[in-house]
T-cell receptor
Framework: GEDVEQSLFLSVREGDSSVINCTYT??????LYWYKQEPGAGLQLLTY?????DMKQDQRLTVLLNKKDKHLSLRIADTQTGDSAIYFC??????????FGGGTRLMVKP | EAQVTQNPRYLITVTGKKLTVTCSQN?????MSWYRQDPGLGLRQIYY???????DKGDVPEGYKVSRKEKRNFPLILESPSPNQTSLYFC???????????FGSGTRLTVV
């Protein structure tokens, strides 16, 4: 079945850029998503990219998609302490299914 | 405010005692879904619904039931909870595919 993988943990200093990586296996994915989960909260949709795009930029967030390698990344510029959270990538294929990665915990040190 | 509302937020129960976690959305979304979140496993889909009276199994449906009698509500039912169903549960709904899902705040269930 479909599989989405992320590294478990990333630590950066405040002001640096963070890059969170994700690989997926379902080549029929139509949309790929990044969600943010803060402690004690649900998942908040950060951004998404359509599968025929290579890049999407939204303020401090840049999403890169390498469809050939099935690799997705989320770059956060000028990372702040408020960006500390768990970040999930998810791929959406046909229909209603979203498959999530295991989440990457981002820790931002002051 | 557009939102998905789950209740309760926290629940501790005993093995075998039936329980229902409610989920309601006010966005007129057709798609609704239940996920469970466990450490290291990410989110796994339990059941989903494409519309009223249309439900289907996700990746981990065993031990759960759902119903979709109205568009706005999608309750999750555990007929006979067991300790391995101790988890953090999220309800989500979706309009268009590119909008992704809107998630509820979660229900932390402990079965002892």
């Amino acid at each position: 079945g479909e599989d989405v993988e992320q590294s478990l943990f990333l630590s950066v200093r405040e002001g640096d850029s963070s890059v969170i990586n994700c690989t997926y296996t379902d080549s029929s994915s139509t949309y790929l998503y990044w969600y943010k989960q803060e402690p004690g909260a649900g998942l908040q949709l950060l951004t998404y990219i359509f599968s025929n795009m290579d890049m999407k930029q939204d303020q401090r967030l840049t999403v890169l998609l390498n469809k050939k390698d099935k690799h997705l990344s989320l770059r956060i510029a000028d990372t702040q302490t408020g960006d500390s959270a768990i970040y999930f990538c998810a791929e959406g294929g046909a229909g209603n299914m979203l498959t999530f990665g295991g989440g990457t915990r981002l820790m931002v040190k002051p | 405010e557009a939102q998905v509302t789950q209740n309760p937020r926290y629940l501790i129960t005993v093995t075998g005692k039936k329980l229902t976690v409610t989920c309601s959305q006010n966005m007129n979304h057709e798609y609704m879904s239940w996920y469970r979140q466990d450490p290291g496993l990410g989110l796994r889909q339990i059941y989903y619904s494409m519309n009223v009276e249309v439900t289907d199994k996700g990746d981990v449906p065993e031990g759960y039931k759902v119903s979709r009698k109205e568009k706005r509500n999608f309750p999750l039912i555990l007929e006979s909870p067991s300790p391995n169903q101790t988890s953090l549960y999220f309800c989500a709904s979706r309009g268009t595919q590119k909008g992704g899902y809107t998630f509820g705040s979660g229900t932390r269930l402990t079965v002892v």
